[in-house]
């Protein structure tokens, strides 16, 4: 395995590939290798000479989250006789040499480790609360085919609903509560009843 992580390596950096780059394939072969025999409880895979990171433009979040990249990757999951290639959400951060993974959002809801960067965000008006709830709208959908409808905006909190089938309504609201345009915290309600299922502050 050593070796044909080398050879990917070498072929990267013969196309230009950078060498942070390489360095989150290595991370990402680390914290996820793959192997000669492994119970399928819910195991992920990471298979690195088909699945290079790809680097997410989010410019608002970028620029407030400097000391992370943010990239997603296919990483396999292994779970009883399922196995599903999901699009997984990454954190690089390059001065720590560490990674932040979240699986998409149907496989295990909200990522709190993940997640979690965004709190504390501050912001100087409501135009760059759009900003940021376009760029988030945009990584919670990553490998889903699911869609967001009846957002409200305003500086103490946004909320929207999340739908798998519309016709069948939503199945889940996201609300990010602000104090002083600071990013406090973030909920997934029932959307029903609004009741709180889990909160990242």
């Known amino acids: 395995m050593k070796k044909k992580i080398l050879l990917i390596f070498l072929i990267l950096g013969l196309n230009g590939f950078s060498q942070e780059n390489a360095q989150l394939i290595k991370l ?9 025999s492994f119970v399928a409880d ?4 990471y298979y690195p000479e088909h699945n290079i990171p790809k680097k997410l433009e989010t410019s608002f979040i970028q620029s407030n989250l400097t000391n992370y990249e943010l990239y997603s990757v296919n990483i396999t999951n292994y779970l009883d006789y399922h196995v599903n290639d999901c699009e997984c959400l990454i954190w690089y951060d390059k001065s720590k040499n560490e990674i ?3 699986p998409p959002i149907w496989y295990s809801s909200l990522e709190k480790d993940f997640y979690k960067n965004f709190v504390g965000l501050k912001f100087k008006d409501i135009s760059e609360i759009e900003k940021f709830v376009k760029e988030f709208q945009t ?5 889903t085919n699911e869609t967001i409808d009846n957002i409200l905006i305003n500086t103490d909190s946004v909320t929207f609903d999340m739908f798998r089938v519309v016709k069948n309504g939503a199945y889940r609201k996201i609300k990010i509560v602000f104090d002083k345009m600071v990013l ?3 909920q997934d309600l029932n959307s029903k009843t609004l009741e709180i299922r889990d909160v990242i502050k």
């Open 28 to 36: 990402l072969s680390e914290k996820f290798p793959v192997r000669e």
């Open 42 to 45: 819910g195991v992920w895979i």
């Open 100 to 102: 932040i993974f979240a």
């Open 139 to 143: 990584i919670i959908l990553t490998d």
């Open 184 to 186: 406090m915290e973030i």
